[in-house]
C-alpha cells in the first residue's frame, strides 16, 4: 500500500480556495437533479416533496460531517478511495474504490445524458424512439466528454476557475424560475392527498428512486479535492456545510414552486400523472405559466447544469482513480495522473452506450454511490480506535450516535432501492471481492489478515440482498412490521459494530507519515 504521505497524492498543489471548494461542491451536487426530479418526487411523495428534501438534505449533512472529520484529519487527493485503505486494509480499500469509480463515472454519464434529453426540445434528431440516444446524439454526446476531458488535463486552478464561471452561471436561471413562478404560486395543490394516503411511503420512494438522494451525491467531490486544498482543516468541513445546506434551500424552494404551480384541474385524480404530464419539470411549467422566454433559457441551464457536473466528477472520478491505482499497487510513477484520467474518460464512454433516458439511470448510480457513502461511519468510527492520537481540527461529536445513524439511514436508502437494483448490484459486489480475494490470496499471502478484517462486508452484503427480498413488492415491510424492523436495526448494528471493530493501525511507518502529511507545515 502506498503511504499517505508520497508526493503522488497531490496532483497539481495546494491551490484551491474555500470558495473555489464550496462551487466545486455545488457544481457537482447541482446537475440534472433539479431538471428532472420535481415531477417523479411530486407524484410519489405529494405533499410530503419537501419532507423529501429536508430529510435527502440531512443525510447528506451527516455523511457530509463525517467525511469532514476524516478530510480534515487526512486531506488526500483521492480520500474517499484511500480512507478505507488505510482504516481496514486492501480488501475494502479494493472494494469502496472499486465501486466510487463506478458510480463517479457512471453520473459523468448521467449527466450528459441529460443535457441530451433536454436538447432534444430543441433538436429532435439528438433523440432515438424510447428516449436513447440517436447516432447523430451519442457522438454530440462523446464530443462534450472530448471537450471536458481536455479541460480535466489542465491544473487544478484552472479547472477551478471554469468551474466557478459555470457554476454560478447555472444557479441563475433557477433563481430566475423561483422569482417568476412565485407570482402564479397556489397554496390549492399541497391539500390534494397522496391516492394512497401513505405519504410516508411516497416519501422514501422519492428518496431512493425519485432522484432526491442522487441530487445531493456530489459531495464526495470536495473529499476528493482535499489534497489540492488551502488549510483543508478549516475549509473542507466549512466547504461541505455550506454547500450542502445552500443546494438543499433551493431544491426545497424549486419543489415548492413547481407544485405550487400545477393546476388544480390535472390534480383531480390524484398526483399519479404529473410524473408523465411534465417529464421536462420546469421547462414544461414555464411553458404553462406563459414565460416562454424563461422556458427557453431553462433550456439552455438544462445543457450547462448536466455538463459543468459531468466536469467535477470526470475530475473526482480521475482522483479516485489516481488514489485507487497507487493503493493497489498497478501504476506507481510519474505518469499515474495521466494513466488515471485516461482510464476515467474511457469508463465515462462506456457508460454512454447502453442507457437510453435519465430515469432509468437514476435509482441505479444512487445506490451504487450510497454504497460507496455506508462504509464512511464505520472507517471513522475505527479510526478513533485505531489511531486516537491523530491531529483532527475537526472532531465530529457524538459520533457514537451520528456514526450508527447515518450507517443505518444510508442502508434503508440502498434498501428503498428495490429488490431487483439491490439483488444484482450487492451480488455483483460479492463476486467481485471473491474473485479479489482469490486472486490476491494466491499471489501473496500476506493479504489474510486484511481478508479476515472484511468478513462484515460480505455479511452486509447477504443480509441486505435477505431484507430486500422480504421487502421486495416496495411496500415498506421494514417498517410495518415491528420484529421485522428490530430484525434489520440490529442485524445493521451488529454490522456496524463487527466493522469498526475490523480495523487496523496502518503500519508505522505509514502511520508517521500520515502525521507528517498534515502537521502544519505543509499549509
Known sequence: MSSPGSNATHISGRTLSLFDLILIGCGATFGSGWLFAASPVATMAGPGAMIGWLCGGIIALLLGLIYSELAAALPLTGGVARYPYLSHGSFLGFMVGTVTIIAFSSIVSIELVAARQYACTWFPFLGAPGGG??????????????????????????????????????????????????????????????ANGHMADGIMAALSTGGIMFSFLGLTSIVSAAGEVRNPQKNVPAALCLSVGFVTLVYIALQAIFMGNLPHTLLQDGWHGVRERFPLPFHDITVLAGAIWLARLVLFDACLSPMGTANVYLSSTCRVMQAWLLETGLKRDTTCQKVALRLSFGLCVFWTLPFPSWSSLVGIVSTTIVMSYAFAPVILASFRQTIPELRRPFRLRYLAVLGPLTFVLSSFIILWAGWTTVAWLLSAQIVIGIVYVLATQAGRRTMAGDHGRSLWIFAYYIGMIGFSWLDRDLSMETLRNIPLLVAFLLFLWGIYAWGVSSGRRPASHEHAETFAFTSPSVH
Do not use: D, E, M
Open 133 to 194: 440516444p440517436s447516432a447523430v446524439g451519442w457522438l454530440v454526446q462523446f464530443l462534450v466528454l472530448c471537450a471536458i476531458y481536455w479541460l480535466n488535463t489542465s491544473n487544478a486552478k484552472s479547472f477551478a476557475w471554469v468551474n466557478n464561471i459555470v457554476t454560478v452561471l447555472k444557479f441563475l436561471v433557477p433563481a430566475l424560475v423561483i422569482i417568476v413562478l412565485s407570482r402564479s404560486f397556489s397554496l390549492a395543490p399541497f391539500h390534494v392527498p397522496l
